[in-house]
């Protein structure tokens, strides 16, 4: 019993998915906002130039 919590201790095969895990959840809320913040000021850039056309 103790060798099985030993090994279960030890064992880093688990540890690569959990840093990708959490590497992809930063990058996608780097994403997101970026791609909120753009998009609202390019509706706004939009807008403006879609006004002077008329």
């Known amino acids: 019993m103790c060798n099985l919590i030993s090994n279960l201790w ?3 095969r688990g540890q ?3 840093e990708y ?3 992809l959840a930063v990058i996608l809320v780097i994403v997101v906002g970026t791609v ?3 998009g609202s ?3 706004g ?3 403006q130039v879609g006004s ?3």
């Open 10 to 12: 030890s064992d880093e």
């Open 16 to 18: 690569d998915v959990a």
């Open 21 to 23: 895990s959490v590497m």
């Open 36 to 38: 909120r913040l753009i």
């Open 41 to 43: 000021n390019a509706n």
């Open 45 to 47: 850039i939009f807008s």
């Open 52 to 54: 002077a056309i008329q």
